[in-house]
C-alpha cells in the first residue's frame, strides 16, 4: 500500500534492516566509554579495547582486537575452550603428529615477514603483506565451535575478517569455482615437512560458495591476540561447519582454479577424508563413528560424549550450500 | 642378584613397583597434569603399560636361562597378572571414557573397527590365562596342558602389537610400534631358536628322527 494511514498500524521493514538490540546497546556502550575516554586520553582506547574483546587475553601475545561479529551463527555462547587446552592440544603435522607437538615444537616458525600471494583465476592477482592482509577489512571476534575429525572438540574465539572481503578485492574470473589454500612447508622451521604422512606442502580448498559464505573466516588472531605459532600464525582459514583440517594454517598461497584441487588429507586417503568434509554425525569415517564428540576441557571424566551436530550446529547458515547433493557420497 | 630375587621382600618391592604405573596416571589426572584430554591419556597409559608387561613377563624365560637367574621365575606368574590388570584399566577406560559404558555402542564398535576387535581378542585371549593362574588350577589341568593353554601368551603379542600398529597407522607414525616390534621379536625369536636347537638335538638322540620318514 503506498499510501499509509493510522489504520495499517506500524509496518516493519524487512526484519534484517531492523537493528539488533545487541548491536545498538553496543553501539552505546562505545559512545560512554568514548565519551569518558575523552577526558582519559590515552586510557581510551585501551577501555575501549577491553570493551571490544569478548574474552579476557591470556596476556601472552600482541593484542588484535575485533569487534563482535553480526554475522549470523558466528557468537556461539557455549563456555570457550581454556586457552592452555587450545595451545597444547592441535594437530599441525608440520610440526609432529601427536597433538602435543605443535606447542612444543612450532617455536621455530617465523612468521615475520610474511606475504601471501593470490593468483590464478582472478582479475587481480597480487602479494599481500600480512601488514596489507590485516588492514584489508575490519578484525570482527568470532566464537566458533571447532570439532576435529579425531572426535573431540573445542569453542575458540577468533579474530578476522570474512574470506569474501579478501576474495572480493582480487575479483575472480566466472571461470573460478574453486579456492585452493596453500601452507608454508620449510624443512628449516618445520621439522616433520618431509615426513611420509603427508604430502607437502599442505594444501586445502574449498568450493568458491563454500569459500564466499560469510562464516568462512580468514582469521588472524584468537583470545583477542594474533595467532600462537601453533594455532597456524600469522594467518589461517577457520571453516566451522567442516572438520578441522580443512582449515588450512599458515598460509601462504591462495589459488583461484577451474578445478577440484588435490588436498592433502584427500591424496593420502581418498577413502577416508572427502572433499567436503563436513562436520556430519551420520556418515561415520571408515575407522570410527563421528556421531559423538569429546568437548575438551569441559565435562567430567566420566562424562558421556556429546553428539555431534549436522555441520557442526551451523546448518541453518551453510545447509544451502549443500541442497542436492548426496552427502554420503560426497562426504 | 639370583640371591637379591630370593630375598623375603623382594615379591613385596616388586609388587610396589608394578603398582606405580597405574599410581602414576592417576596422580598426573589428579593434579590436571594430564593434558586436554585426560580421558585419552588414561586410555593411551594403560594401553602402554599393557603392552610393557608384556613384554616383561616374555623377558622373564630368556633372562632366566641367559642370564642364570633361576629364581625369576617366581616372579613370572605376578608379572603376568599385572599385564592383564593394565589390561582390563585399558578396556576399562575406553569402555567408560569413550562410549559412556554402553554395551551396545562398545559392541557395535567393536565390530565395525579392525583395531579394537583385534584389541578386544587379546583381552578375550588373555582371559582364561589369568583364570587359571593359581597353583589349583594347574594341578587341575595338569602340567602339560596348563603349559599348552598359556602358549596362547605368543598369540595375544601378536595381536597387542597389531592393535598397537593399527591405531598409529592412520598417522603414519610408527617409531613406538617398531621399538615394541623388535623388543617382541627378539623375545619370540629366542624362543624360536631354543625350540629349533631343541628339535635338531632330538632326532640324533632317538637315533631315527623325522628323516627316515
Not at chain 1, 565435562?299 to 544451502?320: I, S
Not at chain 2, 613384554?55 to 633372562?63: E, F, G, H, N, Q
Not at chain 2, 625369536?189 to 632317538?206: C, D, E, H, S, T
Request: contains cysteine; positive net charge; glycine residues 8%.
Amino acid at each position: 500500500m503506498l499510501i499509509k494511514t493510522h489504520a495499517n498500524g506500524f509496518i516493519h521493514t524487512n526484519s534484517s534492516e531492523i537493528t539488533p538490540q545487541a548491536a545498538y546497546q553496543s553501539r552505546r556502550e562505545w559512545m560512554k566509554l568514548l565519551a569518558g575516554g575523552a577526558a582519559g586520553g590515552a586510557l581510551a582506547s585501551w577501555a575501549a579495547r577491553d570493551a571490544l574483546a569478548q574474552v579476557p587475553r591470556p596476556g601472552k601475545l600482541a593484542a588484535l582486537p575485533g569487534a563482535k561479529s553480526a554475522v549470523a551463527g558466528a557468537m556461539t555462547v557455549e563456555k570457550i575452550t581454556d586457552y592452555k587446552d587450545a595451545t597444547t592440544y592441535n594437530n599441525f603435522y608440520e610440526f609432529g603428529t601427536d597433538k602435543a607437538d605443535p606447542g612444543q615444537n612450532a617455536h621455530t616458525l617465523k612468521t615475520t615477514p610474511w606475504t601471501v600471494e593470490v593468483e590464478g583465476l582472478v582479475k587481480k592477482p597480487a602479494k599481500y603483506t600480512l601488514e596489507d592482509l590485516l588492514k584489508l577489512s575490519p578484525m570482527e571476534e568470532r566464537i566458533y565451535r571447532l570439532r576435529c575429525v579425531e572426535g573431540w572438540s573445542m569453542v575458540l574465539p577468533w579474530v578476522g575478517y570474512s574470506m569474501s572481503e579478501l576474495i572480493k578485492k582480487v575479483e575472480p574470473l566466472g571461470s573460478a569455482k574453486y579456492v585452493e589454500f596453500v601452507s608454508l612447508a620449510d624443512p628449516k622451521t618445520m621439522p616433520f615437512v618431509g615426513s611420509r604422512v603427508l604430502e607437502w606442502p599442505y594444501v586445502e580448498a574449498l568450493r568458491m560458495d563454500e569459500a564466499m559464505h560469510p562464516l568462512a573466516l580468514l582469521g588472524f588472531g584468537m583470545y583477542g591476540e594474533v595467532l600462537p605459532n601453533q594455532s597456524g600464525a600469522p594467518v589461517r582459514m577457520v571453516v566451522p561447519w567442516k572438520y578441522g583440517f580443512k582449515s588450512g594454517k599458515s598460509i601462504v598461497k591462495i589459488r583461484f582454479t577451474d578445478r577440484q584441487p588435490a588436498t592433502a588429507w584427500n591424496k593420502a586417503a581418498s577413502n577416508e577424508y572427502g572433499f567436503y568434509s563436513n562436520v556430519n554425525p551420520d556418515v561415520d569415517h571408515p575407522r570410527w563413528s563421528q556421531a559423538t564428540e569429546r568437548r575438551i576441557g569441559e565435562d567430567g571424566l566420566f562424562a558421556k560424549k556429546r553428539k555431534t551436530l549436522m555441520f557442526n550446529g551451523y546448518e541453518a547458515q551453510v545447509g544451502q550450500l549443500y541442497a542436492g547433493l548426496d552427502l554420503r557420497k560426497n562426504f | 642378584m639370583n640371591k637379591l630375587l630370593l630375598h623375603r621382600a623382594a615379591k613385596p618391592l616388586l609388587f610396589a613397583l608394578c603398582l606405580l604405573p597405574i599410581l602414576w596416571l592417576i596422580a598426573r589426572v589428579a593434579t590436571n597434569h594430564a593434558g586436554a584430554n585426560p580421558q585419552e591419556y588414561l586410555i593411551r597409559g594403560t594401553g602402554d603399560w599393557s603392552l610393557r608387561f608384556l613384554c616383561i613377563v616374555l623377558t622373564v624365560t630368556p633372562l632366566r636361562t641367559i642370564v642364570g637367574w633361576p629364581a625369576l621365575a617366581r616372579m613370572r606368574r605376578m608379572f603376568g597378572l599385572f599385564m592383564y590388570f593394565y589390561v582390563v584399566l585399558h578396556l576399562l577406560s575406553y569402555s567408560w571414557f569413550d562410549m559412556g559404558l554402553d554395551f551396545g555402542d562398545i559392541a557395535k564398535d567393536i565390530a565395525k573397527r579392525p583395531f579394537i576387535l583385534v584389541g578386544f581378542a587379546a583381552f578375550v585371549l588373555l582371559t582364561p590365562l589369568a583364570a587359571t593362574s593359581f597353583n589349583r588350577a594347574i594341578k587341575f589341568m595338569g602340567a602339560k596342558r596348563w603349559q599348552a593353554l598359556h602358549k596362547a601368551v605368543y598369540a595375544i603379542a601378536g595381536l597387542g602389537i597389531l592393535h598397537f600398529f593399527w591405531m598409529r597407522a592412520g598417522k603414519h607414525n610408527f617409531n613406538e610400534v617398531a621399538i615394541y616390534a623388535a623388543i617382541l621379536g627378539v623375545l619370540l625369536g629366542w624362543r624360536v631358536l631354543q625350540f629349533i636347537k631343541k628339535k635338531a638335538q632330538m632326532p640324533a638322540q632317538n637315533g631315527r628322527g623325522v628323516l627316515s620318514k
